[in-house]
């Protein structure tokens, strides 16, 4: 039986079994617990349900629903294969006899499940005696909570374990200790993780897991300082190893490192394997060599979806939507299963190109195959693409059929509508949010400050700004700072926008400035933008282009001819010309969008004259052509 349920084929266990039970005189073997632990794990790789439930009414029948194996075995089934948690836990919970395998089992079933707290509070229970004095946790019981912790994002419980590891002595385990190194290094502390490595018993877990750590922190340098430490110990290297200095190349975008060890792959045969293959797809992506990585992508396995995705986020990375799409159309046609990556690299292609035929097209894909309906990330995607398309009734159609909404997906609708100019529809969402307690973050706030920007609604957007502050203690950024400038700016009040600037708890940036210097021409405020740009030193030693262009305006305004020529002077010595402009690609997607921005674009263009005095004429011989004609590139 233990030899048939582990064959490639695990059907032969259960025609075994029945041939077993129609013998005219059964063995005492048919009353073995472990013949039907073999029988249950049959049925849960080959994901026979029904045939499970039928070998527990046979348990029950002959007595053995007791048995602790037979437990663990069907608590482990249910979980696998049928993922019916309840009947699980009411095994759990009936059971006769428990033991840590029992225990683990049960605690590893609500993580896969989501359930990280309810996971949690059996160890607790654990703890305070709640399961018997004797059932006590082991090593396996740690690696299971602390593996939720990163999963889950539970920072302080993950503090609270690792603790209670030191304590119990079993930070001295190896596998404790190494995910411990992967729970500090995906936390950003990296420090925690460089001495829990370095107080253990190493074995090349420990050491990849350190490498890629530092990769995945940013940290190349040593990344492949320890890489060189682990060859000096002796440490034989795996793909894992590999795949972590690749992503260490990713990260720092060092194409020429990356090159060497896409060498060594080839010279230890893994460059052909999957996944060094999709880790090294993404590394060229990053250092923008995508015909390397379309190279590599030929050369791998088409059955893997893994590739594939690679190879598409390759291409949104470099800007090459179409050709991300295009590679959607081949995975239909050779009837490769999508993932939610793949789906989520193909909303981020539509996104950035503005097809929104194409999303409409992985929208319906979606929702065509159940295992990706009612993927949180994925309707975040769509409600994103939606919005920056310009159509919010679709965005709103997925926002209302979602099954969970997370933070992300409040603040996907809320920004949605803010960038579409409704502004009323973004704060009923945001209070909507608040009804339902869900705390906004930082990015929420951006959305309710810039729908309060586009409307003028200086005084509620000074409220909302005041209770990021003080009701959920969030520091403002850069970018609400300059929301709240373009704000007061915009309605006039540059007296109270000069003052913001001055109070700000950090270091304005060129935009900040260039929002109030813009705000002062467009008011006729021409004393406080000439205060502003006497005492500015980060414009007038600035090298870009666009601050030199609004110098050179403020001049003209001011009919200072000399200082306009001063500035095309430094444009010249410093080679730089203003950013031609262009359409967007959204704008033909969406013309009301365009029609939007057109009647905002007439409400705020000015013209001036220019009066025929000497400097006049000197500008004007700089600005137009030889026959008269607009000089594009220096207007």
């Given at each position: 039986?233990?030899?048939?349920?582990?064959?490639?084929?695990?059907?032969?266990?259960?025609?075994?079994?029945?041939?077993?039970?129609?013998?005219?005189?059964?063995?005492?073997?048919?009353f073995d617990p472990f013949v039907f632990a073999s029988?249950?794990?049959?049925?849960?790789?080959?994901?026979?349900?029904?045939?499970?439930?039928?070998?527990?009414?046979?348990?029950?029948?002959?007595?053995?629903?007791?048995?602790?194996?037979?437990?663990?075995?069907?608590?482990?089934?249910?979980?696998?294969?049928?993922?019916?948690?309840?009947?699980?836990?009411?095994?759990?919970?009936?059971?006769?006899?428990?033991?840590v395998v029992t225990f683990n089992c049960m605690v590893?079933?609500?993580?896969?499940?989501?359930?990280?707290?309810?996971?949690?509070?059996?160890?607790?229970?654990?703890?305070?005696?709640?399961?018997?004095?004797?059932?006590?946790?082991?090593?396996?019981?740690?690696?299971?909570?602390?593996?939720?912790?990163?999963?889950?994002?539970?920072?302080?419980?993950?503090?609270?374990?690792?603790?209670?590891?030191?304590?119990?002595?079993?930070?001295?385990?190896?596998?404790?200790?190494?995910?411990?190194?992967?729970?500090?290094?995906?936390?950003?502390?990296?420090?925690?993780?460089?001495?829990?490595?370095?107080?253990?018993?190493?074995?090349?877990?420990?050491?990849?897991?350190?490498?890629?750590?530092?990769?995945?922190?940013?940290?190349?340098?040593?990344?492949?300082?320890?890489?060189?430490?682990?060859?000096?110990?002796?440490?034989?290297?795996?793909?894992?190893?590999?795949?972590?200095?690749?992503?260490?190349?990713?990260?720092?975008?060092?194409?020429?490192?990356?090159?060497?060890?896409?060498?060594?792959?080839?010279?230890?045969?893994?460059?052909?394997?999957?996944?060094?293959?999709?880790?090294?797809?993404?590394?060229?992506?990053?250092?923008?060599?995508?015909?390397?990585?379309?190279?590599?992508?030929?050369?791998?396995?088409?059955?893997?979806?893994?590739?594939?995705?690679?190879?598409?986020?390759?291409?949104?990375?470099?800007?090459?939507?179409?050709?991300?799409?295009?590679?959607?159309?081949?995975?239909?046609?050779?009837?490769?299963?999508?993932?939610?990556?793949?789906?989520?690299?193909?909303?981020?292609?539509?996104?950035?190109?503005?097809?929104?035929?194409?999303?409409?097209?992985?929208?319906?894909?979606?929702?065509?195959?159940?295992?990706?309906?009612?993927?949180?990330?994925?309707?975040?995607?769509?409600?994103?693409?939606?919005?920056?398309?310009?159509?919010?009734?679709?965005?709103?159609?997925?926002?209302?059929?979602?099954?969970?909404?997370?933070?992300?997906?409040?603040?996907?609708?809320?920004?949605?509508?803010?960038?579409?100019?409704?502004?009323?529809?973004?704060?009923?969402?945001?209070?909507?949010?608040?009804?339902?307690?869900?705390?906004?973050?930082?990015?929420?706030?951006?959305?309710?400050?810039?729908?309060?920007?586009?409307?003028?609604?200086?005084?509620?957007?000074?409220?909302?700004?005041?209770i990021m502050q003080k009701v959920y203690q969030i520091?403002?950024?850069?970018?609400?700072?300059?929301?709240?400038?373009?704000?007061?700016?915009?309605?006039?009040?540059?007296?109270?926008?000069?003052?913001?600037?001055?109070?700000?708890?950090?270091?304005?940036?060129?935009?900040?400035?260039?929002?109030?210097?813009?705000?002062?021409?467009?008011?006729?405020?021409?004393?406080?933008?000439?205060?502003?740009?006497?005492?500015?030193?980060?414009?007038?030693?600035?090298?870009?282009?666009?601050?030199?262009?609004?110098?050179?305006?403020?001049?003209?305004?001011?009919?200072?001819?000399?200082?306009?020529?001063?500035?095309?002077?430094?444009?010249?010595?410093?080679?730089?010309?203003?950013?031609?402009?262009?359409?967007?690609?959204?704008?033909?997607?969406?013309?009301?969008?365009?029609?939007?921005?057109?009647?905002?674009?007439?409400?705020?263009?000015?013209?001036?004259?220019?009066?025929?005095?000497?400097?006049?004429?000197?500008?004007?011989?700089?600005?137009?052509?030889?026959?008269?004609?607009?000089?594009?590139?220096?207007?």
């Amino acid at each position: 039986m233990r030899k048939h349920a582990s064959d490639p084929n695990p059907v032969k266990a259960l025609t075994f079994f029945q041939d077993m039970v129609n013998l005219d005189n059964p063995s005492s073997s048919i009353f073995d617990p472990f013949v039907f632990a073999s029988l249950i794990k049959a049925c849960n790789r080959i994901g026979a349900l029904r045939e499970g439930k039928a070998v527990q009414c046979y348990v029950i029948k002959v007595g053995l629903d007791c048995n602790v194996y037979v437990l663990n075995s069907l608590i482990h089934f249910y979980l696998d294969c049928g993922k019916l948690l309840n009947y699980a836990r009411v095994l759990f919970d009936t059971s006769c006899e428990r033991n840590v395998v029992t225990f683990n089992c049960m605690v590893s079933g609500y993580m896969k499940a989501g359930d990280f707290r309810v996971g949690l509070s059996l160890f607790v229970k654990l703890l305070r005696g709640g399961f018997g004095l004797i059932l006590k946790p082991n090593y396996v019981t740690l690696v299971i909570l602390v593996s939720g912790c990163v999963e889950f994002g539970e920072f302080y419980v993950g503090n609270v374990l690792h603790s209670y590891c030191c304590k119990t002595g079993l930070d001295l385990n190896k596998e404790v200790c190494n995910v411990l190194i992967d729970y500090y290094s995906k936390c950003g502390c990296i420090r925690e993780a460089e001495r829990v490595f370095s107080d253990s018993d190493k074995d090349l877990v420990s050491w990849n897991t350190m490498i890629t750590g530092y990769a995945k922190s940013g940290d190349s340098r040593k990344a492949f300082a320890l890489y060189r430490k682990m060859r000096k110990n002796n440490i034989a290297l795996d793909r894992v190893t590999l795949i972590g200095l690749i992503t260490a190349c990713a990260k720092c975008r060092d194409r020429k490192v990356g090159n060497v060890i896409h060498g060594y792959a080839k010279v230890w045969g893994m460059d052909n394997t999957v996944a060094v293959g999709t880790a090294l797809i993404n590394m060229y992506s990053k250092c923008g060599l995508i015909q390397y990585a379309r190279k590599l992508f030929e050369q791998l396995p088409k059955q893997f979806i893994d590739s594939w995705n690679s190879m598409i986020h390759g291409y949104v990375e470099c800007g090459l939507n179409n050709e991300a799409l295009d590679l959607f159309t081949q995975i239909e046609s050779q009837k490769l299963k999508a993932d939610e990556v793949t789906m989520l690299g193909l909303i981020l292609a539509c996104r950035n190109s503005g097809e929104m035929h194409a999303g409409c097209h992985i929208h319906s894909y979606i929702e065509s195959n159940s295992y990706l309906t009612g993927s949180t990330r994925l309707c975040n995607a769509l409600i994103d693409l939606y919005a920056k398309c310009g159509s919010m009734t679709r965005a709103k159609r997925v926002f209302d059929a979602m099954p969970n909404r997370d933070v992300i997906s409040w603040t996907s609708i809320i920004m949605g509508y803010a960038l579409n100019g409704e502004v009323e529809e973004a704060l009923v969402a945001f209070k909507h949010m608040d009804a339902e307690k869900i705390a906004p973050n930082s990015i929420t706030f951006l959305g309710v400050l810039l729908a309060c920007n586009h409307a003028g609604w200086t005084e509620a957007g000074s409220n909302l700004y005041a209770i990021m502050q003080k009701v959920y203690q969030i520091e403002p950024t850069i970018e609400h700072y300059g929301c709240m400038v373009d704000m007061n700016a915009r309605a006039g009040l540059l007296g109270n926008a000069h003052q913001f600037v001055k109070k700000m708890s950090i270091e304005p940036n060129a935009i900040i400035w260039r929002m109030l210097m813009n705000s002062c021409r467009v008011h006729n405020h021409s004393d406080l933008l000439l205060n502003i740009v006497n005492a500015l030193d980060i414009l007038k030693t600035s090298s870009d282009p666009e601050d030199h262009v609004l110098f050179s305006n403020f001049f003209a305004e001011a009919e200072k001819w000399d200082d306009v020529l001063h500035q095309r002077s430094v444009m010249r010595v410093q080679e730089a010309s203003k950013v031609a402009g262009k359409s967007s690609p959204l704008i033909d997607k969406a013309p009301h969008i365009a029609n939007c921005y057109y009647a905002k674009a007439l409400q705020t263009m000015h013209l001036t004259t220019v009066s025929k005095s000497s400097g006049a004429r000197r500008f004007a011989d700089i600005m137009l052509g030889p026959r008269g004609q607009i000089n594009l590139r220096n207007s």
